[in-house]
């Protein structure tokens, strides 16, 4: 399964230039990503659990990103791991590895399905599973996502592990940008339908429950999480 749309412009917009310096597509499946990257005159590496997969010639190692990322300590300049860690069992080993490869003031992106947007949070409240998690037509979770992270969750591991967060943004919205931005019209249609349902208190709280105030958990379809290494 592929990136979500968008995603892989947004990581190249948020990367810059990388002329001269080691960059790492961490879970690089095919190489789709990893293509535009040596592109971009850097010095381009890749890692995956699957090296039958990869179709580039630069060089690339096998990993299994619950245990190692294989390369030495501050090793990259840049890193980028774009939807990967919903499908790993130790989120937490995963940053704590890329923070040991990546060089002091290194910068790191990493995407991951967005569980707080409008479509995600009433997908749970009706089916109990998230976008991007439910079970589909092989009876797998979500091609193999095994993992739905909150971005507190993603923050609070990037911070435990000396990064610095530099910006949080999306690929791009959900599908509901028409009520986030026409708000004062479709939302009071939507508050006044709800309220014949529900009581005030009710209400307030699945308000608090559906609707985040970031634009970007509000809409986004993918989080992109920019961060420098302390």
């Not at 749309?5 to 080691?22: A, S």
């Not at 890749?46 to 997969?53: L, T, Y």
């Given at each position: 399964m592929g990136a979500s749309?968008?995603?892989?412009?947004?990581?190249?917009?948020?990367?810059?230039?990388?002329?001269?310096?080691?960059v790492l597509d961490c879970g690089a499946g095919?190489?789709?990503?990893t293509e535009q990257l040596v592109n971009k005159d850097g010095k381009i590496y890749?890692?995956?659990?699957?090296?039958?997969?990869f179709r580039l010639k630069i060089p690339f190692k096998k990993a299994n990103f619950n245990n190692n990322i294989p390369f030495n300590n501050s090793f990259f300049d840049k890193i980028v791991s774009v939807e990967v860690i919903e499908h790993l069992e130790n989120p937490a080993i995963f940053i704590?590895?890329?923070?040991?490869?990546?060089?002091?003031?290194?910068?790191?992106?990493?995407?991951?399905?967005?569980?707080?947007?409008?479509?995600?949070?009433?997908?749970?409240?009706?089916?109990s599973e998230f976008h991007w998690f439910q079970e589909n037509e092989f009876g797998n979770?979500?091609?193999r996502h095994i993992h739905p992270l909150y971005l507190g969750e993603i923050i609070f591991l990037l911070e435990k592990y000396n990064f610095k967060i530099d910006k949080i943004t999306e690929n791009r919205t959900s599908g509901y940008t028409l009520y986030y931005t026409d708000k004062d019209n479709?939302?009071?249609?939507?508050?006044?339908?709800?309220?014949?349902?529900?009581?005030?208190?009710?209400?307030?709280?699945?308000?608090?429950?559906?609707?985040?105030k970031n634009r970007s958990l509000l809409l986004g379809d993918i989080l992109i999480i920019k961060a420098t290494k302390k």
């Open positions: 749309k968008g995603t892989h412009e947004k990581v190249l917009e948020l990367l810059g230039d990388i002329k001269g310096e080691k095919k190489g789709s990503f890749a890692c995956d659990i699957d090296p039958s997969r704590k590895e890329l923070s040991r490869v990546i060089k002091k003031n290194g910068q790191l992106i990493i995407t991951t399905p967005n569980i707080q947007n409008v479509k995600s949070k009433l997908q749970f409240l009706f089916k979770k979500g091609s479709l939302f009071k249609k939507f508050n006044y339908a709800v309220l014949n349902f529900f009581s005030d208190m009710s209400y307030r709280i699945l308000s608090v429950f559906m609707f985040p």
